[in-house]
């Protein structure tokens, strides 16, 4: 199953060992990793935006995909870049990704007006949802991927009571707690989510190579 080769390397992001190799969100990523082949970037910000990751996992043909303020800050730097608006699906490499909108609805950390995304990608063995920075929104409802990766530390995202609602709402097969033990969010809250949340819940450690 596709949740066995998901690693977490803390904070949002993940590697799916797959091929091809998928980073999401790469940041204070360990070193000894795989190259990558694909880097998904949900939004700017420094700690799911981060060139010295990108640029470390990168190869010559490795595909850097986001929305159009990542790829706007990316363009200097010798990348092989691809945009993808919320909405959107593009085929890279055979693969399928989805664009799902991510956003806050109150807080003004992550305005909906910025077109800022999670991801939904394909995998023949199943599919991987990462939220993104978000909180509870219409356009998760019906997802059902296989895996679910939702932020849990609240603040800036949703926190464990309302990543349950969401989850309720996506209906996936499992789903991985996210964005808590670095800069906001704890071990606590990935356990609450657990406990909150009526379906499968697999807490992930921190992965090293």
Do not use: C
């Not at 991985?176 to 033990?181: A, K, L, N, R, T």
Request: charged residues 25%; hydrophobic residues 40%.
């Amino acid at each position: 199953m596709v949740l066995e080769r998901i690693r977490w390397l803390g904070h949002a992001s993940f590697l799916i060992e797959a091929d091809p190799a998928i980073y999401i969100d790469p940041w204070e990523t360990p070193p000894g990793l795989p190259p990558a082949d694909l880097i998904l970037v949900t939004h700017p910000h420094y700690d799911h935006l981060s060139a010295a990751d990108i640029e470390r996992l990168a190869k010559d043909t490795t595909t850097v995909a986001g929305p159009p303020e990542v790829i706007r800050q990316l363009r200097h730097h010798r990348l092989k870049l691809l945009e993808i608006k919320a909405g959107e699906e593009k085929t890279v490499g055979g693969l399928r990704i989805r664009a799902v909108p991510a956003y806050n609805l109150t807080k003004p950390f992550h305005p909906k007006a910025s077109g800022w995304v999670g991801f939904v990608v394909y995998l023949p063995d199943g599919s991987v949802y990462h939220a993104g920075d978000t909180d509870h929104i219409p356009e998760m409802r019906g997802l059902r991927p296989t895996v679910a990766l939702l932020p849990v530390g609240g603040t800036y995202t949703m926190d464990a009571r309302e990543a349950a609602r969401a989850a309720t709402e996506i209906g996936p097969d499992v789903a991985v707690p996210m964005h808590y033990g670095k800069i906001v969010g704890s071990d606590a809250d990935a356990r609450r989510f657990a406990e909150l949340y009526g379906g499968r819940v697999e807490i992930l450690g921190r992965s090293q190579p």
